[in-house]
């Protein structure tokens, strides 16, 4: 047996299991299986006694005798309880699956070893689907010491193909090894950094004897799965960079000395003229810019791309902006718009809803370069919209765009054009070195002056009363309201029957007041209105589904309410309080919630209640749900799976990875070197292994 081998040959396997787990878990060779690592090890190093049971208890172990079997109920919700004592008491096994295996399998007055986590059911206590063994198996290295956990899915479970199934294969397997593994990290850097070779760590991954050498093994194989992630990134970088020459803004010239001078209306904030600067020099010296600027909701990033763009007008280009909604491509096309318009550029508008008269014109002016600076949505990066000289392109909130949209942009030229991509959802550094590795990042970390921290405050509907006093207060004080229900998805009629609900109640409520409502099941047009009315002042709240979660502005909105925020995730509930606090006066966000929520969701308010910094609650944000939640990668599509490193806890990992990884393409950028062979061959090897690894670069 050897690393390629299909795991149909592993004994124990064969056609029916293989086939699960290449669909299951997609593992097909043997290195797909030893390199599925367990997520959790548990001490199985001690028994306890039925006495001391109670059920805040992790996984436990016993040992004693079944004495007692018997089927509970009928059809599907027949049960299986086993009672099972040790001499010091007894306790229920329950098994709602597979009973008849389970019945056959496991004896009367037998010594087992029973596995299992106690959970409280009505006034018992008792162990649900348990994992046993046979007492005389206890000393086999399968059994006792620190056990690995390995996830499955139900499928699997119901084929009898749980956690300690595969551990049993998996030892067949390393048992079986004839040769060590091969090591795929270079002798230098395992000397060098002292890890423990590729076999050790994974037979240790597997079967640690002790919590040194599975620490050990840890250590190396997190080291390993992101070094590759970082030089994957760094030998793609060089790649592309010597592949692609970006267009050469040479000189700052009339637009945008001509707009600063006269026409800004306030004094750029440190953050903004350094990354203006960092721009800059990425466009002017041959290099082809990708950039993600992230800055909070409100730092001024709309300004920092149209001096940008003003760069790429001024060398003789054009530049677009693309908004991932068709009422932010309006909005900016009004801030832009009108900044442009002021120092004589031809600024112009496409989306979905253009005319069609419209846009044939605008394809024209497009194509002949009468347009400086186009703005719009989606439509910007169909095929027939042709530029005569794209030289910038900026893409604000960044997560509502794709990898592959990105893509698209660079065939608009003959050179790709520079790309900014902007984001307000703070993404949390290890993120943007993996994720976003292609990118550079600019930071704006500093708010305009003079604005006031948002107040945030969470309220149980219980305190709805205290809330409308708020409401009418506010108003009266001249103010307007945002009140955002969770409506996830667009078809949810549940959903939409809050929102409605609650729009009725309100006008109950406040007979005397204007409210507008919008969601996405509203026509286009019905939408502007109802916007165009609160953005004009004419209603005095609006209610709303997250539609207005990203980039809308209307500075003289000074409270948010959010309902239902239990249903909103960190960096969503982050986005919507960040629709307030740009006007002059002292805002709000009241986040509404049930008094039954979990614990989780408690910690997850009272985050956003304690801080307004978007990077501590991107960074919380993925301590509590982990990478694969996040907002900004789900909907950009995160495109790998990480085995064993995590990004929330193995950030230092990381930063000596990417170091590491680093030194080394510095020094041989296209790893021809023969000392990097073996570097080389594992990169190749790993991007086919994954199919979309090479996407990350
Ligand atoms: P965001 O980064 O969320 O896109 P915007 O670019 O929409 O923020 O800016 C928010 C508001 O702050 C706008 O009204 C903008 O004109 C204003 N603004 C931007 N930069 C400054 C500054 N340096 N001083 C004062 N106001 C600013
Ligand atoms: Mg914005």
Redesign the pocket.
Same mark, same amino acid.
């Given at each position: 047996m050897n690393f390629s081998t299909e795991i149909m040959y592993i004994p124990g396997v064969g056609p029916k299991r293989a086939e699960l787990l290449n669909k299951e878990l997609s593992i097909y060779s043997v290195e797909d299986l030893l390199t599925y690592f367990p997520y959790r090890h548990i001490d199985r190093s001690r028994f306890y006694t039925i006495r001391e049971i109670n059920d805040a208890m992790p996984y436990i172990q016993l040992r004693g005798k079944i004495v007692r079997k018997e089927k509970i109920g009928e059809g599907r919700h027949q049960r299986l309880v086993a009672m099972f004592g040790d001499g010091t008491g007894f306790i229920e096994l329950v098994w709602f699956k597979g009973l008849r295996y389970v019945e056959d399998k496991y004896r009367l007055n037998q010594e087992y070893v029973v596995f299992g986590k106690p959970t409280r059911f009505g006034s018992k206590i008792n162990i649900v689907h348990p994992e046993i063994d046979l007492e005389t198996e206890g000393g086999s290295k399968n059994i006792l010491g620190l056990q690995a956990l390995y996830n499955t899915s139900e499928k699997m479970k119901s084929h009898f193909l749980n956690s300690a199934a595969l551990r049993k294969i998996i030892y067949t397997v390393i048992s079986s090894l004839t040769s060590s593994l091969p090591e795929t990290l270079p002798e230098s850097i395992i000397r060098q950094y002292n890890f423990v070779s590729r076999h050790e760590a994974i037979v240790n991954i597997h079967f640690p004897a002790n919590v040194e050498d599975l620490e050990r093994a840890t250590q190396r194989l997190k080291f390993e799965e992101l070094f590759y992630i970082q030089l994957n990134i760094f030998y793609q970088n060089r790649l592309r960079e010597q592949k692609y020459k970006g267009f050469v803004f040479a000189s700052i010239g009339d637009k945008f000395n001509g707009f600063y001078k006269n026409h800004l209306t306030? +004094?750029?904030?440190n953050a903004?003229k350094r990354v203006l600067r960092e721009i800059r020099s990425d466009m002017a010296t041959g290099k082809q810019m990708n950039r993600l600027l992230q800055?909070?909701? #409100?730092? #001024?990033?709309?300004?920092v791309a149209f001096m940008s763009m003003l760069m790429a007008v001024d060398n003789g280009f054009q530049a677009c902006l693309m908004a991932p909604t068709e009422i932010l491509a309006n909005q900016h096309f009004q801030s832009v718009g009108e900044m442009g318009r002021s120092i004589g550029l031809n600024v112009k508008l496409l989306t979905g809803s253009t005319k069609k008269k419209d846009r044939e014109l605008l394809h024209e002016q497009l194509e002949d370069g009468q347009i400086n600076i186009l703005i719009g949505t989606h439509a910007l990066i169909e095929d027939n919209v042709v530029f005569k000289n794209l030289g910038l392109v900026v893409i604000d909130e960044q997560h509502r765009f794709g990898v592959a949209q990105r893509a698209k942009l660079w065939v608009k030229n003959i050179c790709p054009p520079h790309v900014l991509v902007m984001t +307000?959802t703070p993404i949390p550094r290890t993120l943007a070195m993996t994720v976003y590795g292609d990118l550079e990042v600019s930071v704006?970390d500093e708010l =305009? =002056?003079g604005r006031k921290p948002i107040q945030t405050y969470h309220l149980f509907d219980n305190k709805r009363s205290a809330l409308n006093g708020f409401i009418a207060k506010q108003v009266a004080a001249g103010h307007q309201i945002y009140i955002v229900y969770p409506l996830i998805q667009e078809s949810e009629n549940l959903d939409l029957k809050n929102l409605e609900d609650g729009y009725s109640l309100l006008k109950e409520t406040f007979p005397l007041l204007h409210i507008s409502m919008l969601h996405g099941k509203m026509k286009p047009a019905d939408k502007e209105e109802e916007m165009r009315k609160f953005v004009a002042g004419e209603t005095q709240i609006l209610v709303a589904t997250t539609v207005i979660e990203v980039?809308v502005?209307v =500075?003289n909105a000074s409270v948010m309410i959010i309902e239902s925020a239990e249903r909103f995730g960190l960096s969503q509930l982050h986005q919507l309080r960040?629709r307030v606090g740009?006007g002059a006066d002292q805002s709000y966000c009241i986040l509404m919630s049930s008094y039954k929520i979990s614990n989780d969701t408690r910690k997850r308010l009272d985050v956003m209640v304690d801080t307004t910094d978007g990077f501590e609650i991107a960074e919380a944000d993925l301590k509590m749900r982990g990478p694969g939640d996040l907002d900004g990668t789900q909907q950009s599509g995160l495109p790998f799976d990480l085995k064993i490193a995590n990004l929330s806890h193995d950030g230092e990992v990381l930063n000596f990875a990417r170091r590491v990884a680093n030194d080394i393409i510095t020094v041989d950028s296209t790893l021809d070197k023969s000392e990097n062979q073996l570097l080389k061959r594992q990169l190749e090897h790993l991007c086919k292994r994954t199919i979309n690894w090479g996407v990350i670069s």
């Open positions: 306030f +004094a750029l904030t903004q800055g909070d909701v #409100g730092s #001024g990033k709309t300004i +307000a704006i =305009p =002056p980039g502005n =500075p960040g740009r």
